[in-house]
């Protein structure tokens, strides 16, 4: 069964943008899902913050396009109520990530969160990894 890895918008952005010096390991992760070693969830709430930022770097067009792929590419968990009000309750300094957080919590058997802000995640009970610490152990 494939190790369930919570992704955050910047690993994803990486990957896309292939934005540099992060987007091997980046794409490292996303090699992995496809090989079906990892399976990759998302927020929902992070498609936008995505499709905003790749817009900049492909288009319009091209940037819906690769939100599709996204979709197709990893589970995307929704934020209810449910989610904000315990992010919330998370005292994490950055709210978008204490709702992302939220979400992850709700994940059954989740190994891990992948986020280059792992100081945004300090008061995680999941443990949070760069892309690139998160690679070394697998190694």
Do not use: W
């Not at 992704?7 to 079906?36: C, K, M, Y």
């Not at 936008?48 to 995307?76: C, D, P, Q, V």
């Not at 978008?96 to 792992?118: F, H, M, P, V, W």
């Not at 009970?125 to 998160?134: G, R, S």
């Amino acid at each position: 069964m494939a190790n369930k890895i919570f992704i955050d918008s910047d690993v994803v952005i990486d990957f896309f943008t292939d934005r540099e010096p992060f987007a091997n390991p980046a794409s490292e992760i996303f090699e992995l899902n496809e090989q079906g070693l990892i399976k990759l969830y998302l927020s929902a709430i992070s498609i936008n913050n995505i499709y905003y930022i790749i817009r900049k770097f492909l288009g319009h067009k091209s940037a819906l396009k690769t939100i599709e792929e996204l979709t197709e590419m990893t589970e995307i968990i929704g934020a209810t109520k449910k989610e904000i009000l315990q992010a919330l309750k998370n005292d994490f300094k950055d709210f978008e990530d204490s709702i992302q957080y939220s979400c992850a919590l709700n994940i059954k058997g989740l190994e891990a969160i992948l986020t280059r802000n792992t100081k945004d995640f300090a008061k995680s009970k999941i443990a949070v990894f760069t892309p690139e610490n998160y690679l070394k152990t697998r190694d």
